[in-house]
T-cell receptor, first 113, second 113 residues
Framework: KQEVTQIPAALSVPEGENLVLNCSFTDSAIYNLQWFRQDPGKGLTSLLL?????REQTSGRLNASLDKSSGRSTLYIAASQPGDSATYLCAVRGGGSNYKLTFGKGTLLTVNP | NAGVTQTPKFRVLKTGQSMTLLCAQDMNHEYMYWYRQDPGMGLRLIHYSVGEGTTAKGEVPDGYNVSRLKKQNFLLGLESAAPSQTSVYFC????????????FGPGTRLTVT
């Protein structure tokens, strides 16, 4: 059974700092990996999706990497801003006909002005 | 486009009552999903559908039923609500293309007393 772990569970940083969020998964036979952002009381917003054949994806100040063989992904946020404060969730999709996403429990990020 | 919408946003039920949660998407997505989110548990898949008229069980299907009579709608039913079903429910949809990237609705907060 696929298990996804996110470390740390919570992170507090000063504004302007570069930071890395970590995601690990137990079964490397994944189809793709998706990073989401969730604001309090809101739904999930997709940030980046990395296919199993890709090594990284970039969107603005965000960069996500994937090392499938070691079962790890990182989300790098450059020059953090208070507006980046949210919970960040990692989810992996199995290969074949398995459409299910398995989610980690998230990292709660607080960026202090 | 409205994307994925959910009705209602909030609901309080008494134990034993029934209700239906409605999810609608206007992106012509083939796949739709229902998740529940609980503190410390992350998001877990309840049921999903790979097309109109089809449904399948996810990770935690007990106590729920679903129907996909129209491609744009996915209904989640609770026949006899229990306090253990107190949760935030999210609907999502995705294309059947190469990425299956999921788009989420804003959620329904359900309390069962």
């Amino acid at each position: 059974k696929q298990e996804v772990t996110q470390i740390p569970a919570a992170l507090s940083v000063p504004e302007g700092e570069n930071l890395v969020l970590n995601c690990s998964f137990t079964d490397s036979a994944i189809y793709n990996l998706q990073w989401f952002r969730q604001d309090p009381g809101k739904g999930l917003t997709s940030l980046l999706l990395i296919q199993s054949s890709q090594r990284e994806q970039t969107s603005g100040r965000l960069n996500a990497s994937l090392d499938k063989s070691s079962g790890r992904s990182t989300l790098y946020i450059a020059a953090s801003q208070p507006g980046d404060s949210a919970t960040y969730l990692c989810a992996v999709r199995g290969g074949g006909s398995n459409y299910k996403l398995t989610f980690g429990k998230g990292t709660l990020l607080t960026v202090n002005p | 486009n409205a994307g994925v919408t959910q009705t209602p946003k909030f609901r309080v039920l008494k134990t034993g009552q029934s209700m239906t949660l409605l999810c609608a998407q206007d992106m012509n997505h083939e796949y739709m999903y229902w998740y529940r989110q609980d503190p410390g548990m992350g998001l877990r898949l309840i049921h999903y559908s790979v097309g109109e008229g089809t449904t399948a069980k996810g990770e935690v299907p007990d106590g729920y039923n679903v129907s996909r009579l129209k491609k744009q709608n996915f209904l989640l039913g609770l026949e006899s609500a229990a306090p253990s079903q107190t949760s935030v429910y999210f609907c999502a949809s995705s294309y059947s293309g190469t990425t299956y990237e999921q788009y989420f609705g804003p959620g329904t907060r359900l309390t069962v007393t």
